[in-house]
């Protein structure tokens, strides 16, 4: 019987498995616990995971009939990331993640997960990633506890398991009440539950927030940001611009089927050149304050309304700022700096 040496993608441990060719053994790492399978090589067999990134996409290319929805998409997830998917609707966001999951059939690219070719070995590929659809379904006749214990049988995860996220996604109150009573957003926080059955090394959120009053957001965003501290990689689609700009590490915007940006959202805006915003409220407006405020080199635009003056300018100019206005005679009451937002940079990039 074969024996073959396996890496686990989340910290590098080597592991010895034995097993008949092209048999899948289920693995749980000795040093990190993680748990994920390996195919036994032979002529057929899975390739070894080479891959850096936890998700790879290279020129992915998807049409219906003439429509081209994604077009030479590229794109690579690091390992224990929080990795944002921007773009407007109609953008291809689900239609990427439907081609990285192999829902659909790219025409062209490669989708690589843990290193696996997700065209070749989908259903290996699948076993790493936990996935919540934009649409979250589940059979309506049965329990919250009834659908997570089925889906935990399909996923190898424990009924102890089923309970203890049940009662930390604030479902532990319905009982033996069925799905199909269940509000938008019940359904949407028992989608997160399954997506997290098994503690997958990857998770793929399409729309996380979607139907959810502000505390739901708040428990999702929160369970995100969970996750990743023990090293999940999560791949976020959203379009709720101020959650992605709080727990995303970088962002990739894509539009029209194009991958139009990808970086943190402070490089974005560096390459945008954006500026920040300084509010500064003074006890008294004058002529001379406002005309001292916009002859400062790197002040770029100055408006009025009342005492508060919102000055666009560079980076560095709050002293400068400061020092002008005391200078012609004002009284500064508060001030404030406010960055460049992902909203900023979305609309810039996505602008036609």
Not at 139 to 166: D, G, P, W
Not at 289 to 302: D, Q, T
């Amino acid at each position: 019987m074969p024996t073959q040496q396996v890496t686990c993608p989340q910290c590098h441990t080597t592991v010895t498995v034995t097993g008949n060719v092209g048999e899948t053994v289920v693995l749980i790492c000795p040093q990190c616990h993680l748990k994920g399978t390996a195919t036994i090589q032979g002529s057929d067999a899975t390739p070894a995971r080479t891959s850096d990134g936890a998700i790879v996409v290279s020129n992915l290319t998807k049409s219906f009939n003439n429509f081209i929805a994604v077009k030479n998409a590229s794109f690579i997830v690091r390992r224990g990331e929080i990795f944002g998917f921007l773009g407007p609707n109609g953008a291809g966001k689900t239609t990427t993640i439907k081609a990285m999951l192999d829902l659909i059939h790219a025409d062209a690219g490669t989708i690589t997960i843990n290193g696996v070719d997700v065209s070749i070995h989908g259903k290996e590929a699948k076993r790493f990633v936990g996935y919540l659809p934009e649409k979250v379904a589940f059979y309506e006749n049965l329990t919250a506890l009834q659908n997570l214990m089925f889906y935990a049988e399909v996923k190898h995860a424990s009924q102890e398991e089923c309970s203890r996220l049940i009662s930390e996604f604030g479902l532990g109150d319905t009982g033996k009440k069925r799905v199909g009573k269940f509000s938008k957003g019940m359904v949407q926080r028992l989608g997160m539950a399954r997506a997290l059955l098994g503690s997958p090394p990857i998770l793929i959120l399409d729309e996380p927030s979607g139907g959810l009053d502000p505390r739901g957001v708040v428990l999702i965003r929160d369970k995100i940001l969970e996750m990743k501290k023990k090293g999940t990689t999560i791949f976020v689609s959203s379009h709720i611009l101020s959650e992605v700009q709080e727990i995303c590490d970088r962002v990739a915007i894509i539009n029209r089927g194009v991958i139009v940006a990808q970086d943190s959202v402070e490089g974005l805006s560096s390459k945008l050149n954006l500026k920040p915003l300084i509010r500064v409220t003074v006890d008294a407006m004058s002529p001379a304050l406002e005309a001292a405020v916009k002859a400062l080199p790197g002040v770029h635009r100055v408006t009025i309304g009342g005492n508060v003056l919102d000055i666009i300018c560079d980076g560095a100019m709050k002293a400068k700022i400061i020092l002008a206005i005391s200078t012609a005679g004002g009284n500064i009451q508060n001030i404030q700096t406010k960055e460049p937002t992902l909203e900023e940079v979305f609309m810039r990039y996505t602008e036609a």
